[in-house]
Structure formats: C-alpha cells, structure tokens
T-cell receptor, first 112, second 114 residues
Framework: QKEVEQNSGPLSVPEGAIASLNCTYSDRGSQSFFWYRQYSGKSPELIMSIYSNGDKEDGRFTAQLNKASQYVSLLIRDSQPSDSATYLC????????????FGQGTILTVHP | DAGITQSPRHKVTETGTPVTLRCHQTENHRYMYWYRQDPGHGLRLIHYSYGVKDTDKGEVSDGYSVSRSKTEDFLLTLESATSSQTSVYFCAIGGGGYGTDTQYFGPGTRLTVL
C-alpha cells in the first residue's frame, strides 16, 4: 500500500520567513504530486501540482520534486499570517492509477 | 469549489439509521471520489467511481456503499450508521489519468451519528 509521510508539525514561522514543508512517498512508480491547503473548517484547495523532477514556482510558492529520493517539498516565501493552514501532500499514479494518496497534513502557523 | 456541491452540508442522525450523502458536479469529470477526514488520519478514500455504474473500493470502504447512475451524481450510503462513522465527508472530482489527475473538492458534509 502506498504511503505518504509529511514532516510532523505543527510548524511555526515568523511573518516574512520561508516555510518549508516536506513529504516522502513509498511507491517509486508515482508520477503525480500535489500540494493542497486546507483552512480550518474548509475543504482542501489545490496550491501546486508537479510531475517532473526539479522546481516549479508559482508566486510565493515553490514545489520541489526529487523522484530518486522519493521526496517532494513546498516552500512558501515571505510567509503571511493568511498562509496559516494545514498543508496536505498528495501522490498519484504508479500502483494507484486514478487515485491519490494523502499525507496526514502539516499544520503551519505564521505569527506576526 | 470547481462546480461541486454536496448535500446535506450538516446532518445529525442516530445509530442504526440509513444515511445518504449526495455529490453533484457540473464539470463533466469522469472520476468522482468520496473521502472521510478525521483528526490524526488525514483524508482517507472510501469509494471512487471511474464512470457511470463503475465504482471501486478505497481503503476504508466497510459500512459504506456507493452508486453512480449519472455522470454528475455520486451517492454515498451508510446502510446502518454507527458512531465510528461520525466524520467530515468530502467529495472530489478529477480526470484520473496522468496530467489530469488533479482532484477538486466539494465543500464537505459534517455527519454526526449519536
């Protein structure tokens, strides 16, 4: 069974700092990688998807994928209090075609 | 919420009663999913559908059944609700295949079984 592990939280960073969220996965055949943000009491919303090794940047967010190390990360630059949420890593493809496996989530708090 | 609605949004029921949750999409996505989310467990897949009348089990399917008679609707039924099924239930839609397997989530249904 595919496993997805995220760095344990909660993670607390000061406003303006870089927040680093990490995720490892067990299925070497995985092909699709996602980061979702979930505010308390709300549904998960997609932040980034990444399919190829390397970095992918979108505004203040950068996703990094290393398939050899089975590792995906999310960097949030210039963190804002509005970034305070739970971040979910999800992995798809490989033995789980059509499905995503989610990590347990990392709670991020950005304090002023 | 990418054209996804869930009903009801909140429900309180008693142990042993049947409960049906509805997910409706206007995006014409092939795949539809039901998840439950509990503290400490993250999102866990209950059942999913890859087309009309085509469904399969997820990792926590015991006690749940699903049906999909139309592309736009995916129903989750708890035949006889138990307190362990108290949870927040999310429906999601997606394309399924590589490059199209992003999933978009509905607003959720909070179910309490007394």
């Amino acid at each position: 069974q595919k496993e997805v592990e995220q760095n344990s939280g909660p993670l607390s960073v000061p406003e303006g700092a870089i927040a680093s969220l990490n995720c490892t996965y067990s299925d070497r055949g995985s092909q699709s990688f996602f980061w979702y943000r979930q505010y308390s009491g709300k549904s998960p919303e997609l932040i980034m998807s990444i399919y190829s090794n390397g970095d992918k940047e979108d505004g203040r967010f950068t996703a990094q994928l290393n398939k050899a190390s089975q590792y995906v990360s999310l960097l949030i630059r210039d963190s804002q209090p509005s970034d305070s949420a739970t971040y979910l890593c999800a992995v798809g493809g490989g033995t789980s075609y059509g499905k995503l496996t989610f990590g347990q989530g990392t709670i991020l708090t950005v304090h002023p | 919420d990418a054209g996804i609605t869930q009903s009801p949004r909140h429900k309180v029921t008693e142990t042993g009663t049947p409960v049906t949750l509805r997910c409706h999409q206007t995006e014409n996505h092939r795949y539809m999913y039901w998840y439950r989310q509990d503290p400490g467990h993250g999102l866990r897949l209950i059942h999913y559908s890859y087309g009309v009348k085509d469904t399969d089990k997820g990792e926590v399917s015991d006690g749940y059944s699903v049906s999909r008679s139309k592309t736009e609707d995916f129903l989750l039924t708890l035949e006889s609700a138990t307190s362990s099924q108290t949870s927040v239930y999310f429906c999601a839609i997606g394309g399924g295949g590589y490059g199209t397997d992003t999933q978009y989530f509905g607003p959720g249904t909070r179910l309490t079984v007394l």
